[in-house]
T-cell receptor, first 111, second 115 residues
Framework: GENVEQHPSTLSVQEGDSAVIKCTYS??????FPWYKQELGKGPQLIID?????GEKKDQRIAVTLNKTAKHFSLYITETQPEDSAVYFC??????????FGAGTILRVKS | NAGVTQTPKFQVLKTGQSMTLQCAQD?????MSWYRQDPGMGLRLIHY???????DQGEVPNGYNVSRSTTEDFPLRLLSAAPSQTSVYFC??????????????FGPGTRLTVT
């Protein structure tokens, strides 16, 4: 089955700087890669996703890239703000609409 | 819409006790799933369902049962609680298949402690 690895496990940045989180996946048949944000005490919420027929997608301060050949995808958050502090999860969709999640990245934005 | 709701929010069980975690959604989604979240391990799929009457196992199904008698409800049963089942449990739902969005909508979670 699919295996997703996520790095780093924790990330501290100064407000206004950029943050990058990287993930790799193992199953070349996976074709959908979402990113979820989880605030303290809440369930994860989708912030951006990318399908395998697209190499890059952007939504305001958030962008995601996908390299199918290398089987890795990354999340970029620019001009970070304190409200970006949360746990971020990458995931890959395997057969049967099953999401396989990475272990998560704790992002702290220092003001 | 209430989205995905879960009850209870918190629960403490003794080893060997059984209980049911409730999950309901009002978005008419065919796909529903249960995850557990443990520190450093992300979210792991326990069981999932692609429609009423259809369920299947995920990555960590042992010790849990599910059923799906209606589109709206997807309860998770712990048969005989063990300390290893101490975790935060999330229910999620999404539309199913084709070009429909794969976005999964998560409930607020149930924090379970087994002593």
């Amino acid at each position: 089955g699919e295996n997703v690895e996520q790095h780093p496990s924790t990330l501290s940045v100064q407000e206004g700087d950029s943050a990058v989180i990287k993930c790799t996946y193992s199953d070349s048949a996976s074709n959908y890669f979402p990113w979820y944000k989880q605030e303290l005490g809440k369930g994860p919420q989708l912030i951006i996703d990318i399908r395998s027929n697209v190499g890059e997608k952007k939504d305001q301060r958030i962008a995601v890239t996908l390299n199918k050949t290398a089987k890795h995808f990354s999340l970029y958050i620019t001009e970070t703000q304190p409200e970006d502090s949360a746990v971020y999860f990458c995931a890959a969709l395997e057969y049967g609409n099953k999401l396989v999640f990475g272990a998560g990245t704790i992002l702290r934005v220092k003001s | 819409n209430a989205g995905v709701t879960q009850t209870p929010k918190f629960q403490v069980l003794k080893t060997g006790q059984s209980m049911t975690l409730q999950c309901a959604q009002d978005m008419n989604h065919e796909y529903m799933s249960w995850y557990r979240q443990d520190p450093g391990m992300g979210l792991r799929l326990i069981h999932y369902s692609v429609g009423a009457g259809i369920t299947d196992q995920g990555e960590v199904p042992n010790g849990y049962n599910v059923s799906r008698s209606t589109t709206e409800d997807f309860p998770l049963r712990l048969l005989s609680a063990a300390p290893s089942q101490t975790s935060v449990y999330f229910c999620a739902s999404s539309p199913w298949g084709g070009e429909v969005s794969y976005e999964q909508y998560f409930g607020p979670g149930t924090r379970l402690t087994v002593t």
